[in-house]
């Protein structure tokens, strides 16, 4: 089978999994949940470590599966004989996810409609526009390139380009806090994977970061920013303070 599923399907199956690309991982045989979504992208998730998959592929790419009876599994295999492999290719930079599953223990399809979209705190939703229609606020020369830019995993609440041309994937909190740096590092890591918008760096932009949260943050290399949400509202004269 070529292509991208119209439907979400989830499978629970032991399986292996190997990376290859500008990175090698390789997943030992064990039980995971697999998620193909009908965006074309696909993830591979433990019981452990909360959402953030083991590995994935981000579209646009394509699915290929391929089935092998019992006769023609090869004993000498060194996980054993495997009874479906996928091959999931990313379309522009040739990396490949290559799956192989020994035992499905669940598989169902379902058909998820349109989501209506995460609904943001309104703060935090208004940053995001007034951050957005001001991102010289960032520094002179900067553009901005899209608001909610889609990934396999979640919308990066904005993208934009520095003086120098190099993109910047900035997440906005009220409050910030370590899983916002978590949630960033996430986002970086798949974007960093695209060849046309890599290298990416991050900004984590809030009107008040916790202490750890800054830390986290530049141990990462992401960049650290405090809102002033009446200066973005052009209430607050910065010009006019005595302190």
Known sequence: MIGYPCRVRLVVARCS???TGRLTAHLPLAPRLLIVKADGSVLVH???????PLNWMSPPCTLRTTRRGDEEAAADEVEGPWIE?????HDKSGDRLRV??????EDSSHDLGTDP???KDGVEAHLQALLAEHIETLGEGWSLVRREYGTAIGPVDILA???DGAHVAVEIKRRGEIDGVE???????LLNRDPLLAPVRGIFAAQAIKPQAKVLAGDRGIDCVTLDYDALRGIDDVDSRLF
Do not use: I, M
């Not at 433990?46 to 953030?52: A, L, R």
């Not at 492999?85 to 290719?89: K, Y």
């Open 161 to 163: 380009r520095d003086a």
């Open 85 to 89: 492999q996928w091959d999931v290719t």
């Open 100 to 105: 192989r599953l020994h035992e499905v223990l």
């Open 46 to 52: 433990s019981d452990g470590g909360s959402y953030k």
């Open 17 to 19: 999994v190997d990376y």
């Open 183 to 189: 949630q960033l590092t996430r986002y970086l890591e």
């Open 117 to 119: 979209g995460l609904q």
